[in-house]
């Protein structure tokens, strides 16, 4: 079975510009979470969807939002990007609500120059 | 904002010795769980221990769980040059809505 995919692994963009990440959990999976990985640190909690409804939310300014589609899928689109943004961008899946056991996919890295 | 914070930041052993890394937390929790992260990609799940446990193990790993010091240690027994990687801790934060990730623990094993 395939694992969790994000697309695309790789984006450069330039500051103001918007950009959409895409997640394909593991076939079976309803929750979806995002993570923000600066280099170096820990990834930090920006969203989960469950059923198709934000369920949980971080830390994050109003230019990050998520939706999770009916096939459980997830686009985090994240607008008027600063250079701080810059980050790799973690997907993961669980089979239910989460809270034991996640599924990550390799991740997208953006760069915003 | 992080729920766990690791210890030692960084740990450099060589292969076949022990390596043993700790995670604190500030709030109650459900379980804990430790994750493995290889060159800046995705992260693989190792080992959960719910809160009403002390000890488990799998394979060369190791958890304890103290929640009276709110901490948590993992253990790695006779380390490998494979087993290079960073390592956090996450907890629960949302009843299963909000898994928050520790700092990280970087090992490099020398061969």
């Known amino acids: 079975d395939a694992g969790v995919t994000q697309s695309p692994t790789h984006l450069i963009k330039t500051r103001g510009q918007h950009v959409t990440l895409r997640c394909s959990p593991i076939s079976g999976h309803k929750s979806v979470s995002w993570y923000q990985q600066v280099l170096g640190q820990g990834p930090q909690f920006i969203f989960q969807y469950y059923e198709k409804e934000e369920r949980g ?14 096939n459980y899928s997830s686009e985090l689109n994240v607008n008027a990007l600063l250079l701080g943004d810059s980050a790799l ?15 990550f996919g390799s991740g997208t890295q953006l760069s915003v120059l | 904002s992080q729920q766990g914070e690791e210890d030692p930041q960084a740990l450099s052993i060589q292969e076949g010795e ?10 109650s929790i459900n379980n804990l769980q430790w994750y493995r992260q290889n060159s800046g990609r995705g992260l693989v799940h190792l080992i959960l221990i719910r809160s009403n446990e002390r000890e ?15 901490s948590s240690s993992l253990l790695i ?31 490099f094993v020398k061969a």
């Open chain 1, 57 to 70: 939310r971080g830390n994050f300014p109003d230019r990050f939002s998520a939706r999770q589609f009916p």
């Open chain 1, 89 to 103: 961008y973690l997907c993961a899946s669980s089979p239910d609500r989460g809270g034991e056991k996640l599924f």
């Open chain 2, 18 to 27: 022990n390596a043993t890394m700790n995670c604190s937390y500030k709030t």
């Open chain 2, 56 to 70: 488990k193990h799998s394979g060369r790993l190791r958890v304890t769980l103290d929640t009276s010091k709110k």
């Open chain 2, 77 to 107: 027994t006779a380390s490998r040059a494979a087993d290079t990687a960073s390592y956090f801790c996450a907890t629960d934060m949302g009843g299963g809505f909000k898994t928050i990730f520790g700092a990280g623990t970087r090992l």
